[in-house]
Nanobody, 121 residues
Framework: QVQLVESGGGLVQPGGSLRLSCAAS????????TAWYRQAPGKQRELVAV???????AYADSVKGRFTISRDNVKRTVYLQMNSLKPEDTAVYSC???????????????WGQGTQVTVSS
């Protein structure tokens, strides 16, 4: 079955950087888009960044200029490079993929388990 596994989270000081990874495993026919979400304590989950199969990218206003989403198709991995981190970036970050598992199935969303990012002095 399809699995998404995030890694790279941790504790970092304000102004620091982290790179999150989301590795996909299992049989996948095609992927329409992958994205990163985050949910901070007491706040709603928000879309952080998305990349389509064609390579188009979009970002939340709060992270524009600081975060970069990228993809390595050979490694089947999506990355989120986070620079100039702020305390308000503290959240659980999760990756999701809109994909087809077979030629006959329609697109469905798969989610990773999430990785904690804490930005604090």
């Amino acid at each position: 079955q399809v699995q998404l596994v995030e890694s790279g989270g941790g504790l970092v000081q304000p102004g620091g950087s982290l790179r999150l990874s989301c590795a996909a495993s299992g049989s996948i026919f095609s992927i329409n888009a992958t994205a990163w979400y985050r949910q901070a304590p007491g706040k709603q989950r928000e879309l952080v960044a998305v990349i389509t199969s064609g390579g188009s990218r979009a970002y939340a206003d709060s992270v524009k200029g600081r975060f970069t989403i990228s993809r390595d198709n050979v490694k089947r991995t999506v990355y989120l490079q986070m620079n100039s981190l702020k305390p308000e970036d503290t959240a659980v970050y999760s990756c999701t993929a809109d994909l087809r598992v077979t030629y006959y199935s329609g697109p469905v969303d798969y989610w990773g388990q999430g990785t904690q990012v804490t930005v604090s002095s």
